[in-house]
């Protein structure tokens, strides 16, 4: 029978020690798995190529790191920042405060930034701003320019019914809030409530010891929603123009926002300690957006968890618009749905390969959907990218905090915000002062300052908000 020998791995270029003995090992057990030789060797070219696809493949993980060890070359001292920033635009600046700006000033001066946009509802985050776009080499990563909550994500559900619904049985809706929702730091589902997706079944789990750690929190989280500004809404969606299979009018809709909970979070906290580790001669102003080299082991092990986190989020958005639309007896006919909060490999105008981190902004490439919300009293809407190379082909991923958590809990009160959400008639379960509509920049305001980015292709507005009953973090 043939086999794979060290012989035939040099002819097809491995190099020698550990590496051709775990290619013979590896390549010997593919074939006896079913593949002929030719086959075989082409797979483990494929590993030599891109060894982060396969740290999950038990045939061929150790192989891969063994790869990525053998790549991986040593990182020149890159810690010096620039003199002076690079050039970025900026959408809505007059809305936006000089925190957020000098943050973003900060990022364009890291050696390994490349270009940069600020979007309309930018206010000041950790590191990178919120509603900050930032373009690195095609090999960097900035843990902290993706954000702690990992793919962040928006899913509108559309229902071929009308709103009017809403105000017909109220109840049933609000119902549907209460028992099919989890909100909170410590919320999960037990017992026959658990929910189930295929992302659990995901070989990712098993690429890295912390996600092998971090599977038994998803399976607790999965369909859950945290604290702070994440939500699920019944109301009303007004439809600009005939698409998805409906003509334009007035429908029921269901909308959410919430990310990938504690597999995000401990995600995001292990490989920010990493980086900054890395790098620990890097400015104090902008320690918080330390990288990690994609060619490194840390770096692909990131890549893969953060890659992971955004599928989880999107799995739990799903299972929460399935089980509240089934417990009112309704199915979707269209969805929108969209990451924040994740870094994508793209490409610039010229033609140059960069990782683009949209900490707290939206994808708005060329006919690309995306959902823009207000707060829990103002208008969302659902709007198209136009493809804007000086934004990075982003956009606003809502409409901004105004003020603090901390500031709004000081100056909010509770009748205030009552009075706000009983002038526009929505009902609140749940939420704290901090999410108070009073607290964020006008929705109106910061969509017109974005027109030149996105078309408006329909616009939300909430009737029935399910939020966590504690602030998020202050």
């Not at 791995?9 to 074939?31: E, R, S």
């Not at 028992?179 to 995901?202: Q, Y």
């Not at 959410?256 to 979070?265: K, L, P, T």
């Not at 959400?421 to 929505?426: A, D, Q, S, T």
Request: glycine share 10%.
């Amino acid at each position: 029978m043939d086999i794979i020998t060290g012989k035939i791995l040099k002819l097809n270029n491995w190099g020698d020690g550990k590496i051709i003995g775990l290619a013979k090992d590896a390549g010997n057990k593919l074939m006896e798995s079913g593949l002929d030789r030719e086959a075989a060797l082409h797979q483990l070219d494929a590993v030599r190529q891109n060894p982060g696809n396969f740290l999950a493949d038990n045939l061929l993980a150790d192989l891969a790191r063994a790869c990525i060890q053998m790549n991986q070359k040593d990182e020149p001292s890159l810690d010096e920042l620039r003199e002076q920033p690079l050039p970025f635009p900026i959408w809505g600046k007059e809305q936006i405060d000089e925190g957020a700006i000098a943050q973003m000033n900060n990022a364009m001066r890291l050696p390994v930034t490349v270009t940069g946009a600020l979007m309309p509802d930018a206010h000041v985050g950790y590191g990178l701003p919120i509603g900050g776009v930032l373009a690195t080499e095609n090999n960097i990563v900035i843990p902290y320019a993706v954000g702690v909550d990992i793919a962040c994500r928006m899913r509108l559900s559309l229902y071929e019914v009308s709103p009017i619904l809403l105000g017909q049985k109220k109840g049933m809706f609000e119902e549907s809030l209460w028992n099919e929702t989890a909100f909170g730091m410590g919320a999960k589902w037990t017992g026959s409530k658990r929910a189930s997706h295929e992302v659990l079944d995901d070989d990712a789990w098993y690429a890295t010891k912390q996600l092998r750690t971090l599977k038994d929190t998803a399976m607790n989280q999965l369909g859950t929603s945290g604290t702070g500004n994440h939500f699920v809404e019944w109301g009303s969606f007004r439809l600009h123009e005939d698409m998805f299979g409906l003509k334009a009018g007035e429908y029921l809709a269901l909308l959410s926002h919430s990310g990938s909970r504690g597999v995000g979070a401990k995600i995001a906290d292990r490989f920010s300690k990493l980086a900054m580790e890395k790098h620990p001669d890097l400015d104090k102003s902008v320690k918080h957006l330390a990288w990690l080299n994609l060619d490194s082991e840390d770096g692909l092990e990131y890549w893969v968890s953060m890659e992971l986190a955004g599928k989880f989020a999107s799995a739990n958005h799903y299972i929460i618009h399935k089980r509240v639309s089934a417990s009112v007896g309704l199915k979707e006919v269209a969805v929108v749905e969209n990451h924040h909060n994740f870094a994508w490999r793209e490409k610039l105008v010229d033609g140059k390969e960069v990782i683009v981190h949209r900490k707290g902004a939206t994808p708005a490439g060329v006919g690309v959907l995306g959902v823009i919300p207000g707060s829990m009293g103002d208008a969302g809407y659902v709007v198209r990218g136009r493809g804007v190379s000086e934004s990075l082909e982003s956009a606003s991923h809502g409409a901004g905090r105004l003020m603090s958590r901390r500031a709004a809990i000081n100056s909010i009160s509770k009748s205030s915000r009552d009075e706000y959400l009983k002038e526009r008639g929505v009902t609140l379960l749940g939420g704290g002062i901090d999410e108070s509509p009073q607290a964020y920049k006008p929705i109106d305001q910061v969509i017109a300052a974005q027109h030149d980015l996105v078309d408006v292709i329909g616009k939300f507005m909430p009737k029935i908000v399910r939020m966590a009953d504690e602030p998020g973090d202050i």
